[in-house]
């Protein structure tokens, strides 16, 4: 059985309206985010994966099966959306415990499992109050574990770190690589570039409808050639550093920085440039770090889609 | 790219039929059916009717506990398929009304909450949530019309013998059938309302003015027209029209049994396309 989730040549359109566009992708297991301003289709490549939307044209396969195979997909697939949906006047036990049922679990084991999801977000003590008696951090919680509550192979989650406290986000985000290191698939969207950099092994950036970029984020700027690779070069004599790059041929530009003890260069071809650094330093300049500082998820989203600002 | 190893075991055991998932669905929407006292009331009061039915029939059989009136041994009523039919209007009457009590707050609360999603990434298909949400409605609305229905029936031919069931088993058929037709429009209509109605008692006058109102225009269109088929725009009377067919009571509605048929279909495949529409899964914000 294929461990990928495959997207090939899909296309979504609601009417005249674009929803995704010629979407060809395949993912591997492990932590994967979709970053992309709002109405990018980051939901709709959700949607689709989830099996709730057919696509227009193209073809999904999730680790080998097709939405047209709910009975199974379902299984494999967990989904938690980024918007309060409570059946009315459930708490949070029924909640996990009813749709668990709707998998086909005899109760006694639906109550187990809807207990183990419950303690993996720590919501034991809440779990008989009503949802909708719920903080908005807890809301997210329990709806994080009605996603996982059957052990699915697939974690979709849109935007699962809204309104959680720091330490909850910690647990959560520990949570995510937990179900990534057993080979699991966790797909998420999130507005927090910082923390898909810190979250993800791969990106898939979307804008407009369009696949932008996918893949490691590193591998993904280094393919960015219209934006050269800024680096950051702390040594002990940056002016004589700085004179001795002017005259090579990547190097575009080169800056003292703000507190003297280092030079931010931009460069053209990285590569080239790291093999340079090495032949200095041999030539007695005292170099402390070379570091890229621009091949995170905030920069390559700001050279291929826009600021971060525009996220919101 | 990390790399990691695959421990990951999925449930392997065993698991419900698919086909009894829908019933989950009734479960939880049973548990907040009765939380409201009038419902719950209203509910108690709908076996008053078929109580006294119960004991006309008794009285009816034991028509010598009336002796000391000084009454001749003539029996009070006579139990057959007007009996039925009548108990039948009542009773339906008193499932219409309990009807626009529980129907609109079935699909309403699950589209305003966006629960449908939620409901739909799991093995159950939008005809499976359609019938767990009218299960709610026939599993009730059955209690209270050809349940009881059937228990007189059985009474009677208790009482009266296996000559009597004999020769009106017909009666039986009728009830249950009747009872099918008109608890299935009720459902379908409501859950229609309930899905494009969010607001609860807007979608509970509505129910009662598809019906009131469509007798109207049906009058209207008789009255302009100079016919009667005008009625096949009057939901009650199209069942009323089956109904007579089925108790074999002879009463012609001006129309034939099979244009209320017709009618009905007509009238419940526009229900379900209402309500198709609206369950949908679709969770697209731009």
Request: contains cysteine; glycine residues 8%; aromatic residues 12%.
């Amino acid at each position: 059985m294929s461990n990928t989730i495959v997207f090939d040549n899909v296309s979504k359109f609601y009417g005249d309206v674009l929803g995704v566009n010629r979407v060809n992708l395949s993912i591997p297991p492990g932590i994967t985010s979709l970053v992309g301003p709002n109405g990018s289709g980051k939901t709709t490549l959700m949607n689709l994966m989830t099996g709730l939307i057919r696509p227009s044209r193209g073809q999904i396969r999730i680790l080998d099966m097709t939405p047209d195979q709910p009975e199974q997909l379902f299984r494999t697939v967990g989904y938690c959306s980024q918007f309060d949906s409570f059946p009315k006047g459930l708490t949070g036990y029924q909640f996990i415990y009813s749709y668990l049922l709707l998998f086909g679990y005899d109760p006694p084991l639906a109550n187990e499992l809807a207990w183990q999801a419950i303690d993996r977000v720590g919501l034991r003590e809440a779990a008989h109050r009503k949802c909708g008696s719920y903080s908005k951090g807890m809301r997210q919680r329990i709806r994080l574990a009605q996603s996982l509550a059957h052990n699915p192979r697939v974690l979709i989650l849109d935007e699962p770190l809204n309104g959680l406290d720091p330490l909850v986000r910690a647990e959560t985000i520990a949570l995510f690589r937990s179900f990534a290191k057993q080979g699991c698939h966790v797909l998420l969207s999130s507005h927090v570039l910082h923390e898909v950099d810190i979250i993800s092994d791969q990106v898939i950036l979307l804008s407009g409808g369009y696949v932008v970029a996918e893949g490691n984020i590193q591998g993904v700027r280094s393919e960015i050639e219209d934006h050269p690779m800024q680096i950051l070069i702390r040594c002990d004599r940056p002016s004589v550093l700085a004179s001795r790059l002017f005259g090579e041929d990547n190097v575009v530009e080169v800056r003292i920085h703000d507190d003297r003890r280092g030079l931010l260069v931009k460069t053209s071809n990285p590569n080239r440039f790291y093999l340079l650094m090495n032949r200095i330093a041999l030539d007695g300049i005292s170099i402390e770090s070379v570091a890229p500082i621009d091949d995170d998820v905030n920069s390559v989203y700001g050279y291929l889609i826009g600021t971060e600002e525009a996220v919101r | 790219m990390a790399v990691y190893k695959r421990t990951y075991r999925g449930y392997s055991g065993a698991i419900t039929p698919s086909w009894s998932r829908f019933l989950v669905l009734f479960r939880f929407s049973r548990e907040t059916l009765f939380r409201s006292k009038v419902q719950t009331a209203f509910f108690v009061l709908c076996f008053f009717f078929p109580l006294l039915c119960l004991l006309g029939i008794y009285a009816n059989a034991h028509l010598s506990v009336f002796s000391f009136l000084g009454r001749r041994s003539e029996p009070l009523l006579n139990i057959n398929g007007q009996f039925f039919f009548t108990y039948l209007t009542v009773q339906s009457t008193l499932s219409f009304i309990l009807a626009a009590f529980i129907g609109p707050g079935l699909v309403s609360p699950d589209l305003a909450n966006g629960a449908l999603t939620l409901y739909l990434c799991r093995p159950l298909s939008r005809t499976e949530y359609v019938l767990g949400k009218m299960s709610v409605l026939v599993i009730v609305l059955s209690w209270i019309t050809w349940v009881p229905g059937l228990l007189l029936f059985a009474v009677q031919a208790s009482l009266s013998g296996w000559q009597w069931l004999a020769d009106n088993l017909w009666i039986a058929t009728g009830i249950v059938w009747g009872s099918f037709i008109w608890i299935l429009i009720l459902s379908l209509l409501s859950l229609a309302l309930s899905a494009w109605v969010k607001w609860r008692i807007a979608a509970g006058g509505l129910l009662l003015a598809t019906f009131w109102v469509g007798a109207g225009f049906a009058q209207a269109i008789n009255a302009v027209l100079r016919t009667k088929q005008g009625y096949l725009l009057d939901v009650g009377n199209l069942v009323a029209a089956i109904w007579h067919g089925l108790f074999r009571d002879g009463v012609n509605m001006g129309f034939s049994v099979t244009e209320a048929w017709i009618a009905l279909l007509a009238f419940c495949g526009f229900c379900l396309l209402l309500l198709m529409r609206k369950v949908k899964a679709n969770e697209v914000i731009r």
